[in-house]
């Protein structure tokens, strides 16, 4: 990573000039120059699994359940099982501020929602192999 020195540049800059990226990095306040690295997306079995487990943790927190069930990714060491799931009930508002009170309680100082806590605490209960939770702090399992 090189330092760029003004005036060569603007005071925050942020484009690509041939196989060079400029930014601004705001933490540092500095402006970086960089050689263009294409992102690597292996897209291997692991991380499609956690991406759908992803997309459904927030179908879920928005209401929108497949009547017919939703597919769950359980990580089982060196494979996922997938596992078809019928939720019992719809995710209501009172859910939706059950997470957010948990929160309020459980992370002091930080910016997280209720949303983000319940996608996380889930996608990290289905990584251990464990199904999702509707309700924060509780046993209380949504399937």
Sequence with gaps: MAKVKLPLLSAQVSNKVGEIVYYHRGDFGINVARIATKPKNPNTEKQQAIRKNIRNMMRLWLGRENPGGMRIYLNKGDRFDELMIH??????????????????????????????????????????????????????QIF
């Design 87 to 140: 939720p019992q009930e719809t995710f209501t508002d009172e859910d939706r501020k059950a997470w957010d009170n948990y929160v309020h309680v459980t992370r002091q100082g930080y910016k997280v929602t209720g949303r983000l806590a319940f996608i996380g605490v889930n996608m990290q209960r289905m990584y251990e192999g464990l199904v999702p939770l509707k309700k924060p702090g509780t046993e209380f």
